[in-house]
């Protein structure tokens, strides 16, 4: 089902529907909707459990995927504000030479996001930015498809990893080996000369218990940080090109509020009303992990609030069309503010928020610094949300634009 294309899933919500906000899909499974049931199923007082939906990659457990909440607080990240105006510069360093011609901007914000992924978080040089793409990253995406279609059963991917012959998980067992043995190597030459995440969960691991005892935690945020930690930011920089290229005023006046500071002061940049407003309503309009977030119902069950949501504007005005200025001058438009949770909310919300927006930020501040944008011929944006493909995280369809030198 999660390999379907996005906008077809509200094609099954019939004739099993109880009631106007909740759904059953399932024998134990059931979707509920609105922002009081969201609350109550990811809040911070919830007791409801990640279900067996994050059990994907066991024995492997990482900061994603584990369900132990304890686990889950305890993990931190470290922000590298000028690791990133590099790669940021790189990848304008990588789109100069495509100037007036056809690209697919999908493929260069994915260099970009797997590049800085890499060496932010483990110290790998993956150089798609300054080479071509990484075999690693090919055989990630097959097997990240391949893999896809089994998120809803668990159980079924752990029957099939026995079975060596099994096709279709070939390519995760070759992105699997190819992990352990680079995170090998990470762990042999773990030095305080360029101090990434993974140097704090190495150092970790070894203050408690040792290599050996944490070796799951390790694989599984290792393998985490390594290809799930870029698809994201992936999907932000490349909606929010689409979204520019429609609405051409709002690079007008992001570009306004850049002309006012230092690019390079990220403590600047991260204050700027529209750039953030932009970034927040394309969270909000596409979600990065739509399929997601299932949770179990605690010891004693849980209760909903039964009242009926009229169509979709419980929480938003006009919640289908991308309007950036209802998080500046157009506060009417939400209703329900704090029904915008792009990452997550509770005890299991996303921990890398401040990093991904720190990438988004720098990357669209230098992109719409340098560059005019408009859609290729024939292109007119629709194939990236009708191929968008969702396996946990979402994958864009392709995006074919020019890029111009900018207009002074």
């Excluded at 040792?210 to 999907?235: H, M, T, Y």
């Excluded at 005890?347 to 990438?359: D, I, R, T």
Aim: aromatic share 12%; proline share 5%.
């Amino acid at each position: 089902m999660v390999l379907i294309p996005l906008q077809l899933f509200s094609a099954g919500l019939t004739g099993l529907t109880l009631h106007w906000t909740y759904f059953v899909n399932g024998p134990n499974e059931v979707t509920l909707f609105g922002y009081e049931a969201y609350l109550k199923v990811h809040g911070p007082e919830s007791r409801c459990g990640r279900a067996a939906y994050y059990d994907m990659f066991q024995p492997m457990v990482s900061l994603v995927t584990t369900r132990d909440s304890e686990v889950h607080a305890y993990r931190p990240l470290d922000q590298k504000e000028d690791v990133v105006y590099e790669f940021a510069d790189k990848l304008l360093e990588r789109l100069r030479p495509h100037t007036g011609a056809e690209i697919d901007i999908r493929d260069f914000i994915e260099y970009y996001t797997f590049d800085l992924t890499g060496f932010l978080h483990a110290n790998i040089k993956f150089n798609c930015l300054e080479r071509q793409e990484h075999p690693i990253l090919a055989i990630w995406h097959i097997a990240h498809t391949k893999l896809g279609p089994l998120n809803a059963a668990p159980w079924i991917k752990h029957l099939l990893m026995g079975l060596p012959f099994i096709e279709r998980l070939k390519y995760y067992r070759q992105f699997m080996t190819w992990t352990e043995e680079e995170l090998g190597r990470n762990i042999q030459n773990n030095t305080k000369d360029h101090y990434n995440l993974f140097n704090y969960i190495i150092d970790d691991a070894r203050n408690h218990g040792g290599i050996k005892e944490n070796w799951n935690f390790i694989l599984g945020d290792f393998l985490v940080a390594i290809a799930a930690g870029s698809d994201p930011v992936r999907q932000v920089l490349t909606n929010m090109v689409y979204y520019f290229i429609q609405d051409p005023h709002h690079v007008t006046l992001i570009r306004q509020e850049l002309g006012s500071i230092d690019i390079r002061n990220y403590r600047d940049l991260q204050r700027l009303q529209h750039l953030n407003a932009c970034i927040y309503e394309t969270l909000r309009i596409n979600p990065v992990v739509p399929s997601a977030g299932l949770r179990i119902a605690p010891k004693g069950g849980i209760t909903i609030n039964g009242a009926q949501i009229p169509e979709d504007e419980t929480c938003f005005v006009r919640p289908d069309e991308w309007i950036p200025e209802r998080f500046t001058t157009k506060p009417e438009l939400v209703l329900n503010k704090s029904a915008f949770v792009a990452w997550s909310i509770g005890k299991m919300a996303c921990l890398g928020k401040n990093l991904s927006l720190l990438e988004t930020r720098v990357a669209i501040a230098s992109l719409v610094t340098e560059f005019d944008m408009e859609f290729a011929l024939g292109e007119d944006g629709s194939r990236m949300f009708t191929e968008m493909t969702d396996y946990f995280t979402t994958s864009p369809g392709p995006l074919r634009i020019v890029l111009k030198n900018r207009k002074t």
